[in-house]
Every structure is written in structure tokens, then in C-alpha cells.
């Protein structure tokens, strides 16, 4: 009798994946930093809205992203956290250059799980030690690719800190799991966008990075070459509308 | 070891093993060897691990002397271990990953100090076994019956109260079978320490049994010394499918320096043997097997056969006999001895062997050698008393 | 020949794969002892969360680990607060998380090397005097042998390539948690860093291959001792 009815609601399943979904052929794929997670499902929903066609989204480290694209991976869109990982792909002919536009811009912060009430100005030479005790560890996305790591080891170096830092770092494969490990409480401190922390109700954010200390986080989008299309197109010029630019403000980001 | 001496095996218990029931009565004393026999799922090796504890009664109690084993009622069940037993198996059961001397070991490093007795040494065993030359060799090296001497010793230095051995012969050859026997035997005689031997083999039975427990549908039917057991008529029918022969008791009488032979005293007739190194008084019994019977209708004269005994037909039978050609006749030779013999149909038709007529059993003296000589413990079958009969057979 | 980065990941594999495994082996043969030869309420229930790390993601593994076993998880936690012992980011931690996800190789393998032992031959020693313990490490342990060297090294080499499990639970933290497979993860995704990925990729290579065949002689060695070859 179980197995019966097993098999039917197998058979039914099977069924629902088979009907095809509405107008697919109009959907594009975006790849974006994963930083830009929250600001763009909910653009994504305004624009399915608007135009009755939907975006599918992929939010994962800019340097993982940007490999995927040189694979061959049907991204239409790519939305970096960093110029480096653009110029990556526009050097290998990957990208439409004229559509290359910077987007947003962010801010970098030091953050603490939210029981943490610590607050130290971020200038150079400032007690990390302090920040993370005896034997706390930071985490950011790894330095080695990862563009919020980068321009943390930027920051943090030209802070004087990095030697040090370093002993105590644990890399996470993007922004999010970074803040992830600090909402936990596992990590003692992280260095994310000030977006990012806005998100969480458990971190805290215990310092600013002064913009003098790294290169400016600038998020710059393009069209993938391979998937020069109408649709994608039309998606690019919406992620560039008023509707769009409010959404990203409230969400704390910085609006070229 | 004398009876008084001797620790009580009491089991009176029962167990449902699927359809087959088992209910055990059993009170024995225990010294030499004795022999559990019966046929094949006759409840015998059900007995013996109920003994060894690898099974547990549904109800009822084990003990041997005051150590008890197990009481359902008591709720007392003593683990394997602590049973003070050794256990030689059908499949030897050697340590695949120890050599002999490390299996010899095993038991003899547990063992610490066993009741009774002076301990069992590891040098006396190994002589006594031959197992000199295999000590350092692996259990996968060994032969059948080298396995099984080894499993005899490791039993042996576990410096039991009680050898359990559960048709140890069953899996060799005749050859090998042959050449382990005298083990076992010197094993009963030169140790101390009762031996419990199942067996459905009655010539093993017959050769090595000292007392006899009788196991039938999972009932004890019999039990006692092999001789009492022997001539209990419900025994007999156990023992017919052994090759046909009579088992005969009789006391050394004396010896014949000159000839290099032996008088052995039965219950009214004596038997001349090859010389036996055993002291005049000796309690033996003696095979004889029927196939090495003639029978005359005269008391012949010139002729070499040593053994005349005077006897009148009880039965003659061609039922059990093995071949189409022979026959079976019992004849009765004294009040509690009956021969019985083995010749051709046409013999009997020829000789007109009838019940009730008087013959002579002719046995040569060369046949009733080592191998059909066997020592008896415990009593005596009959007192001899009567003066021995014109035979032939005295000095 | 290898950077120091490169050095650490190896040295670090082999330390928390040892680790691994020597922590594990006892659970391992106890648990598979029990399954095979008890029987109890729930036992498949336990058969089935032993093989779990067969079945699932090993990211959702880590993520258990990590909610348990964190500093802010219940057990991580109390670790953490009575003996000052941390898991997370940390090469014990790494250790836990290859365990975990090698634990049903090796009961796997033990279960199979103790059903085949001859339950006569216990019988037989508890015959000869020996407790119900000392039969199991005189007589079972030592004929279990070739399984036990055998789910050893495989758990050992699969403890070597654990990825999913490690990341998700300890993180990437160079010269503590970072094993082969996460160096090689980190390297591949950095610009200009395949070369010394693929290099490590090799090494990986090498010492599984070594890993099966040491396993492959030993479990032979003991089988030849025993009798089996």
C-alpha cells in the first residue's frame, strides 16, 4: 500500500518537472558576488513583476564565478565584486567591453558577533590582538581570489596588521560563509561589506575601514559575450533603472 | 581412581531444541573414560555442551560434584570459563594464528590452579602425544591427526577437572583413527582426570568406554560401567551394527615364561593369549571378534588352534550377517559368556548346526592380541568362582 | 621541488588522516561488534545513521559537525568550556570531520573481517579458560586482522581527500586545517595558481595509490600467517 503510493507520488513528480515552465527560453542566467545575494532576488521579483520574464541567479565568490564563465558555465550576466576578476575575463575576450559599467560601490567592515560590544577605530597600527583575544581567529573570504579578501589584506596591510592578521585567518569561500562563521560566534571577528553586516541581526559592526586603507569596492557588470541576447540585454538595462538603484540604496550599497 | 574418590556428574535437566526434546537424568560418578553413545541425533552432543555450557537448559540442574553449573531454580549458571573443563572437538579447533606451542599454551596460561590432582606439565604432554617436532609449526601445516593431538594437549594443560570430547575421531581416516586411539587410551590410563567421549562408534566405545552412558530420542535409556551396561539387554541392540563379536571378561591368571604366553581366567573356560604385561589379578576384557570363530562338531586333536571352548548352539541366523554367503550362529559357552560366530551357510548346512547342539568354538590364540585386549575399570562382571572345565585351553 | 605552502598541506594531511583514523578505530570496532552480534531495539536505526555519511552531501555532514560540535554548539561548547578544547579551525577538528566521513568505510570493512571469524574458535577458548574479553582481543581481534589493516588504510586514504566535510566545518585555515584537497581547491581558484595545484594533485595521487597498495600487501601478509592465502 506504502509503495503504491510511493511510486504514484514518484510518477507525479516526474510529471510536474515535465511540464514545461512558462517561456523559458526568455529566462537569463546571472552570475553575481555573493555580497550582491539579497539586493538582486529582490530586483530579480520586480523584474518578473514588471515584464512577466524571471533571472536565475548564482551567487557564489566573484574568482569562483568568473573560472565558471571561462568554462563555458551560460551565464548571461556577471556582476563582480572586484575590477580584477572583470579585467580577468575581459582580457580573455569573455566579456561585451562596451557594456561594461561599475555598478555599486560598498564599504569594508570589521565585525564581531552581536553580544561582542567592542568598538576600535580601524587606523594604522590598531590592537588587532585585542579584538580577537587569545586565541580568536578572523575570517574573511580567502585573500588568495576571493575580492572581499583582497581588499581586506589591502586594508589590514596598509594598517600594519597583516603579519599578524595572517597567523589568525581562516578563509571562506565567499563573503557570506565569511559572515556566517562570525554570526555563529566561531570566528571572533570578520571582515565583510558594510551591506553584508547590515543583513544580520548577530554581528555587530565594530569598525569601519577607512576607504584610504584599500583600492574602492566597485561593482562592475557586464554582458557575457557568448550570451549577447535581446533578453539579457533588456536585463542589464533594468539592473541600471531607477527601480533598481533604489532597491540596491536600501540595502546599503553605494550607487554610481 | 577409585569410585570413592570420584566426583558425581548430576544433570537433571531438559531443553526444546526446535522439534527435538531432551531430558536428562543422570547421576554418575566420573573416572576414566565415559562413553556417550547413540546414533546420530540421539541428543548426545546436546548433553555434552549442556555439560560444557555452550547451551543452557530450559530448566533443571547441572553440577559435578559441589560445584554446580547450572540451577534454574537457583538461578545459578556458571560461565564456560570457569568450568574447569577441557574440550576436544570433531574439527580440532586450533588457533589459526598461534603456533602449536602457542595453542598448547592457551588453556595452560589461563588455567591457574585447578582442583584435584597434581598439575598437568607441558613436557609430559608433549611426550606423551609426540607433538616435539611440530611445536613451532603453524595449524594450517598440520595433518588431520596431528591437529587432533595437538587439540588433545591444548585440552589437557588447561588443567581441567573434566576432558569433554565430542567424536574426536569422526573426521579422521582409519589410518589416522588407528594411529590416535593408543593416544586417548594412554590419556585415560596415565592422567588422572575423567574423560566424558561421545561417540556413535560402538568399536570406539567398546575399546575405550570404562563406564557407558546410552542416548536415545533425547532420553538417557542407560548408564553405568561398560560391563553392567554391556549386559543389559536394552544395551545390545545398540551395539549390533558393529562387527559381530563377543566381549568377554576375564582376570589374568597367570603366565607361561617358556612360551611367551598368558592364561586368561573367564567365567567357566580360560583363553591362552599372547604374553600380556599385566600382573596376574588383572581385570581385562578381551574382543573376539566372530569372523575369527570356527566351530567343530568333535574336539579336534592334531590341529594348532589353542582356544577349544565347549559350547552348546543357541541360535543360528543368516539375518545380520554382512554377506549372502555367511551366517550368524550364537553359542553359549558358559552361564554369562555367548560367542558369537561367523561361518558359511554351507557350513552350517553341511555340519547340520542346529539350537541346542553341543559344539566347540576353536580361536586361535595369535588373534586375541593387544588390539583385543582392553583393560576394564570398575567392577568385574561376575566373580570367578567355578572350577575351569575340561578345555583344553589351561597349562 | 614543493613550496612551504605545499609542504604544510602534505604534512597536514597525513597528520590529521593518522589522526583520524587511530581516533575512529576503536568506535569502528565496537560499532561494528555490535551489529554484528548483537541484536536490539533500533539496530537498524544505528546501521543506518553509521552509513549516513555514504549517503549525504558531505557539506550537510559538515554542517552537523559544526552545529554540534562548534564552540557554540552543545558538545563543541562543552568541550570548549571544561577543558578549553576546540575543534573548529583547528587540525583536530579536521581529523573529526575526515573520521566522520571515513566511519562507514571502515565498520564496513571490520564488520565483514569479524563475521567471518569461526564463532567455534571462541567457543573453544572460553573453553580453555578465557573470559568473554579476553576472547575477543586474544582469539577475534587477531583473526579480524587483515579487515581491521584493511578498513584502516581505506579510511585512511579516503580521510586523506575529504573536502566537503573539512571546509564546511573547520574552514580553510592554512597550516591548520588546510589539507591537500582544500590547498588544491584554494590554488585552483586562484589566477595562475593551477600549476601548483596540479602539482598537489599528483602528490594526492601518489599517496592514495601507495595507501591501497600497503593495505593490499598487508592484508596479505596477515592472511598468509593465518593460514589463508
Known sequence: MVFRLLVAAGLAAALTLAVPAPSRAQEITVFAAASLQNALEEIGAA???????????????????????????????????????MDYLQQRNLIVDATRKPLLGNSLVLVVPAGNTAQIELKPGFDFARVLGAD????????????????????????????????????????????????????????????????????????????????????????????????????????????????????????? | MSESAAERLRIDAAKQLGAFEFACDLDLPLSGLTAIF????????????????????????????????????????????????????????????????????????????????????????????????????????????????????????????????????ASLDAARKAEILPYIERLRDEFAIPILYVSHSPDEVLRLATALVLVDAGRVVTAGPISDVLLDESARQFFSAAEPGALVFAVVASHDDRYQLSTLACDGFALRVPRVDLAPGTQVRLRIPAREVALALVRPGDVSITNRIEGSIESVGSRSAGHPAHALVTVRVSPSTVLVVT?????????????????????????????????ARGRAARPVSQPLPANDARV | MLTPVELDALRLSLQVAVVAVAASLPFAVAVAWLLARRDFAGKTLVDAIVHLPLVLPPVVIGFFLLILLGTKGPIGGWLYETFGLRLIFTRWGAAVAAAVMSFPLMVRSIRLALEAVDRGLEFAARTLGASRLDVFFSVTLPLMLPGVLTGSIVAFASSLGDFGATITF??????????????????AQTPDGEAAALRLVLISLVLALSALFVSEMLARRVRRMLGRA
Open chain 1, 136 to 256: 580568536g581567529r578572523w575570517v574573511t573570504g580567502d585573500p588568495s581570489n576571493v575580492p572581499v579578501g583582497r581588499y581586506a589584506e589591502e586594508a589590514l596591510k596598509n594598517l600594519g596588521t597583516w603579519d599578524f592578521a595572517q597567523t589568525r585567518l581562516v578563509r571562506a569561500e565567499n563573503v557570506r560563509v565569511a559572515l556566517a562563521f562570525v554570526e555563529r560566534g566561531e570566528a571572533a571577528a570578520g571582515i565583510v561589506y558594510s551591506t553584508d553586516a547590515a543583513l544580520s541581526q548577530k554581528v555587530r559592526v565594530a569598525g569601519v575601514f577607512p576607504a584610504t586603507s584599500h583600492k574602492p569596492v566597485t561593482y562592475p557588470v557586464a554582458l557575457v559575450a557568448r550570451h549577447d541576447t535581446p533578453a539579457a540585454r533588456e536585463f542589464l538595462a533594468f539592473l541600471e533603472s531607477d527601480e533598481s538603484k533604489a532597491i540596491f540604496r536600501k540595502f546599503g550599497f553605494v550607487v554610481h
Open chain 2, 343 to 375: 561361518i558359511t551357510r554351507e557350513s552350517v548346512d553341511r555340519l547340520g548346526l542346529v539350537p541346542g547342539l553341543r559344539v566347540w568354538c576353536l580361536v586361535k590364540s595369535v588373534v586375541l592380541d593387544a588390539s583385543a585386549l582392553v583393560l
Open chain 3, 170 to 187: 573547520v574552514g580553510n585555515v592554512a597550516g591548520e586545517t588546510q589539507t591537500l584537497s582544500l590547498a588544491i581547491y584554494s590554488l
Open chain 1, 47 to 85: 523584474y518578473r513583476q514588471r515584464t512577466g520574464h524571471g533571472a536565475i541567479f548564482s551567487f557564489a565568490a566573484s574568482s569562483a564565478l568568473a573560472r565558471q564563465i571561462e568554462q563555458g558555465a551560460p551565464a548571461a550576466i556577471f556582476a563582480s565584486a572586484d575590477e580584477q576578476w
Open chain 2, 38 to 169: 547413540g546414533v546420530s541425533g540421539a541428543g548426545k552432543s546436546t548433553l555434552i555442551n549442556l555439560v560444557a555450557g555452550m547451551h543452557q537448559p530450559d530448566r533443571g540442574r547441572i553440577a559435578i560434584g559441589s560445584t554446580v553449573f547450572f540451577d534454574s531454580s537457583a538461578r545459578v549458571l556458571l560461565p564456560v570459563e570457569r568450568r574447569g573443563l577441557g574440550y576436544v572437538f570433531q574439527d580440532a579447533r586450533l588457533f589459526p594464528h598461534l603456533s602449536v606451542r602457542g595453542n598448547l599454551d592457551y588453556g595452560r596460561r589461563r588455567a591457574g590452579a585447578r582442583s584435584g590432582g597434581a598439575p598437568v606439565a607441558f613436557d609430559a604432554v608433549v611426550d606423551l602425544l609426540g607433538l616435539g617436532a611440530l611445536l613451532e609449526r603453524r595449524p594450517h601445516t598440520l595433518s588431520g591427526g596431528e591437529k587432533q593431538r595437538v587439540a588433545f594437549g591444548r585440552a589437557l594443560l588447561a588443567q581441567p577437572r573434566l576432558l569433554l570430547m565430542d567424536e574426536p575421531l
